[in-house]
């Protein structure tokens, strides 16, 4: 069976000149491209997508103009032996891949496939005999709609030269290149070379600095008692700081030159104390404050108000790739109280090129790095699900452990009821809470996988929507989050379902979620998902949270 335009012997030749030898999944891949070209309209102008790293792109690349280089192939290794050629406009294609069922008559591609044989084992001859007799006959088709965001070309973007290995890389990699972020394919040998001291500087023995400024905060440290800045930037010093530098350790200071400062504005750099103030403003958002001037070349952020903090985390990631600058913070979605310090910043050297300064504020952007939201003091309604609980069997015990919990976030709970396994019963309920003028719905109970669990099915039937089921945190994965939607007689009701564990741990998924819900933060399951990391908790016997890192 030819593949193609060639006889099964000029397409091995061919395999052969391309990849060093006919390889038999070339030559299988030989078909299956084939197949698929057969079965997309006359005319189309197609991209492909392959699924495996293995022979079958390089017989995309010899019967196609699609090539890795060109990128109209894009090969996302999933380990599955198939190709997908598709519309290059609308996606709309087919997709060709070796059915295992259709195996059993070709016993030596069978063992090929399976990995039954090692290489050396292998019947070369009958393999190709099979391959040939077999053809396409061995694949299974079907029509698919590639996505667009493996159709087309990444648009260009601007080529930047990185800071650290002084190679250029395309801008939206980031501040610097990925081999810098530890992509790179192989290991480097770096080292850090001091820079030269600025012009606008001069080192002197502290003998000769008095009558000179300081040209920055310079600090003192008594282990457990005090540090802070001893002399401040500008300072002017006196023939009685000269002991007081050398009792800190300090035999040769910076000072100010004043003809040389203009030449540093010349040459482009900016010291730290106005680089940590030009940083502050870009990364300060609602409820965030800082003070000024900076203190030791640094500038420390604290809330403004109550409420919770939230950080972009991706973005602060990206800043801190930025060579000789710095920011640190507590945890996104932490609690917070008015004046408590969360987050600073400072550049790493005394003076910090304007070029670098420009780099890091075009990755701060337009918006803030740092905000505190409020916290609502919501209205909530509490309703506890289960026959048992219902029929006073069991003692309910949720409705005054969620009250506790809702009250220290000062909400207040205007409706609490508790039905049994019941769908009617149930969905009655949510309708007489949300009369009731709740807008936090508490649900407790049902959210498992036992047969009378039903709370979910009635929130669904009542227009849960946004439902997710399901944290990856370790107390706490059952449960639910979502919203009813605003109807002509009452506006949203947020929706957190709490599984049964609350009843026993101290802290739960319930105590990460309730004050991010508070605050408004739509809930995704990315958001989820960063959840893992920091998820489980220790159950200690004295629980300290949240001082400790469950959750963050």
Same mark, same amino acid.
């Given at each position: 069976?030819? /593949? ?9 030749? $061919? ?17 299956? #491209? ?18 495996t790293?293995?022979?079958?792109? &390089? ?15 894009? !090969? ?10 598709? &519309? ?10 070796i ?34 007799r ?8 079907e ?18 030269v *990185?800071? #650290? *290995? =002084? ?17 790179? @394919? ?6 850090? #070379?001091?820079?030269s ?24 440290? %008594?282990?457990?008692?005090?540090k802070? @800045? ?11 700081? !000269? ?41 300060? =958002? @609602? ?6 001037p ?10 403004? +108000? ?17 060579? %000789? ?7 996104d979605?932490?609690v /917070?109280r ?25 990755? $701060?952007?337009?918006e ?46 205007v409706?609490?009821?508790? !039905?049994?396994?019941?769908?009617d ?8 809470? +949300?009369t009731a ?8 109970? =049902? ?15 009542? =227009?849960?929507?946004?439902?997710l089921h399901?944290?990856?945190?370790l ?7 979502g919203?009813?939607?605003?109807? &002509?007689?009452?506006?949203? #009701?947020? !929706? ?6 609350a ?13 991010r ?5 739509e809930?995704?399951?990315?958001? $989820?998902? +960063? ?8 159950? *200690? ?12």
């Open positions: 069976m030819n /593949i193609g335009s060639y006889t099964f012997e000029e397409f091995k030749a $061919l395999a052969r000149n391309f990849h060093g030898y006919a390889a038999p999944g070339l030559l299988i891949g030989g078909y299956m #491209v084939a197949m698929a070209k057969r079965n997309l309209p006359k005319g189309t102008l197609f991209e492909a997508v392959v699924e790293t293995k022979c079958l792109p &390089d017989a995309v690349q010899l019967l196609t103009l699609c090539s890795t280089g060109n990128n109209w192939m894009k !090969v996302t290794n999933l380990g599955r032996y198939a190709v997908s050629l598709g &519309d290059k406009y609308t996606g709309e294609g087919v997709r060709v891949g059915d295992p069922s259709k195996l059993e008559d070709f016993p030596e591609i069978r063992d090929w496939f399976f990995k039954r044989k090692p290489k050396k084992d292998q019947n070369v001859a009958r393999l190709e005999q099979e391959i040939e077999a053809g396409d006959t061995i694949c299974r088709m029509s698919v709609t590639v996505k667009q965001r493996y159709l087309g070309h990444k648009p260009m973007d601007a080529i930047e *990185c800071p #650290v *290995c =002084g190679e250029a890389y395309p801008r939206y990699d980031g501040p610097i290149c990925r081999g810098c972020q530890g992509q790179a @394919p192989y290991t480097s040998m770096h080292s850090l #070379v001091a820079d001291m600025p012009a606008g500087l001069r080192v002197v023995p502290v003998a000769e600095a008095v009558g000179r400024e300081a040209a920055h905060d310079m600090t003192r440290i %008594e282990p457990g008692q005090f802070g @800045p001893e002399f401040k930037a500008g300072q002017r010093l006196s023939i009685g700081d !000269v002991c007081r530098l050398q009792q800190m350790g300090r035999f040769h200071v910076a000072v100010r030159d004043p003809a040389a400062a203009a030449e540093a504005s010349r040459q482009g750099t900016r010291h730290e104390n106005e680089v940590a103030e030009c940083f502050a403003r870009a990364m300060a =958002g @609602p409820g965030v404050g800082y003070g000024l900076p203190h030791e070349g640094k500038i420390d952020f604290a809330a403004d +108000r109550d409420g919770l903090l939230c950080v972009d985390a991706l973005r602060m990631e990206q800043f801190n790739l930025v060579p %000789e600058v710095m920011v640190a913070s507590r945890h979605g932490t /917070i008015k004046g408590s310090r969360f987050a600073g910043t400072r550049a790493i050297p005394l003076f910090l090129p304007e070029e670098r300064m420009r780099q890091a504020l075009e990755v $701060l952007g337009s803030p790095l740092f905000s505190v939201l409020p916290l609502r003091r919501a209205k909530v309604g509490i309703l506890v699900t289960g026959t048992e609980v219902f029929q006073g069997i069991i003692e309910d015990k949720f409705i005054p452990v969620i009250t506790a919990k809702v009250g220290a976030y000062s909400c207040t709970v409706k609490s009821t508790v !039905v049994p396994d019941d769908l019963m149930m969905r009655d309920a949510i309708a007489d809470i +949300r003028g709740a807008d936090l719905l508490v649900t407790t109970g =049902g959210l498992s996988v036992d047969p009378d669990d039903l709370t979910r099915q009635a929130l669904l039937e009542y =227009g849960l929507t946004n439902g399901g944290a990856p945190v107390p706490g994965t059952m449960s639910v989050m919203a009813l939607p605003a109807t &002509d007689t009452g506006g949203r #009701v947020q !929706v957190l379902g709490v599984p049964a564990c009843l026993y741990y101290k802290t739960t998924f319930l105590d990460i979620i309730l004050p819900l508070l605050a408004g933060r809930i995704s399951r990315r958001e $989820l998902a +960063r959840m893992g990391e920091g998820g489980y908790c220790m159950a *200690c016997h004295t629980c300290t949270w949240p001082k400790c890192w469950f959750g963050k």
